[in-house]
């Protein structure tokens, strides 16, 4: 597994010198939420933002849409510098956070930002037909339930299915802790409920692939949940699915997974 991840990082490095040359953009606080047929409250002014940079070249690329990590509870929206200036349209996702509201609404605001890149991602160079969601432990927690939860985009007559690609980093696939902590449940108890990505388990998803730290080092099983996750995709007839465990990672492990993302949106996008 090491061998594969450092040669995937030379590959890609290489890659950076052939784009370097390109010109970026960074356009940061831009809303999603809907003003026109609601009233926005100022909490959700204050964090239902995206941040977005984009190479000022014409022609539509791959779009990654990133969700940061903190338990639902903490952090803030970000554009990783793994991710932008390699050629692709990256946005960073904010969402609101618990305890100001119940930690189901960041899997609300997850979705509506998902529907507010469908519908204006072209303005900012990137292809609706080629978008990636992504993010890490609670950000990856956001992404699978965003895709795997079909019913939450189709409020915006959209199908979760025409995401191209869902690369989750270390996320839930049980109910989310804070969820459960919200229920009087305590983390070490797990739970399969309407907030769990595995409950939406079906052979008709985009391609998958799921990232975790080494299983000793994981937050509770993290890996585990994965493993089931990726085994009951299978089960139900899902066969573009992978899981890579990051040997000696704990559960922060994006330095190298980033470039496992990167290297699944070029192969998938070129598909």
């Known amino acids: 597994m ?68 903190g338990g639902l509870t903490g952090g803030s929206k970000e554009l990783p510098d793994a991710l932008t200036g390699k050629g692709y349209c990256v946005v960073g996702a904010g969402y609101r956070l618990s305890p100001k509201v119940k930690a189901a609404e960041s899997v609300y605001d997850a979705a509506e930002a998902v529907a507010w890149v469908f519908r204006n991602i072209e303005k900012f160079h990137g292809d609706p037909e080629r978008i990636f969601v992504s993010g890490h432990s609670a950000g990856g927690y956001l992404a699978l339930m965003s895709v795997m939860d079909k019913d939450l985009l189709v409020k915006y007559d959209l199908d979760a299915n025409d995401v191209a690609g869902l690369v989750p980093f270390s996320g839930h696939t049980i109910t989310h802790f804070t969820i459960r902590q919200e229920m009087g449940i305590p983390g070490e108890q797990p739970l399969i409920d309407r907030w769990a990505p595995i409950y939406y388990v079906r052979k008709d998803t985009p391609p998958i692939l799921l990232i975790t730290g080494d299983r000793e080092k994981e937050m509770l099983g993290r890996y585990e949940e994965n493993a089931y996750f990726y085994r009951m995709m299978k089960v139900n007839g899902q066969n573009d699915i992978d899981i890579y465990e990051l040997d000696g990672y704990g559960h922060n492990m994006t330095l190298p997974a980033f470039p496992l993302l990167l290297n699944f949106v070029s192969e998938h996008s070129s598909n």
């Open 2 to 69: 090491k061998k594969l991840i450092f040669l995937v990082v030379a590959v890609l490095c290489a890659n950076c010198f052939q784009l370097s040359a390109q010109e970026y953009q960074r356009l940061m606080d831009i809303p999603y939420y809907d003003s026109i047929n609601s009233v926005p409250s100022d909490y959700e002014r204050q964090m239902k933002l995206v941040d977005i940079s984009f190479p000022e070249d014409k022609n539509k690329v791959p779009v990654i849409i990133w969700f940061h990590g």
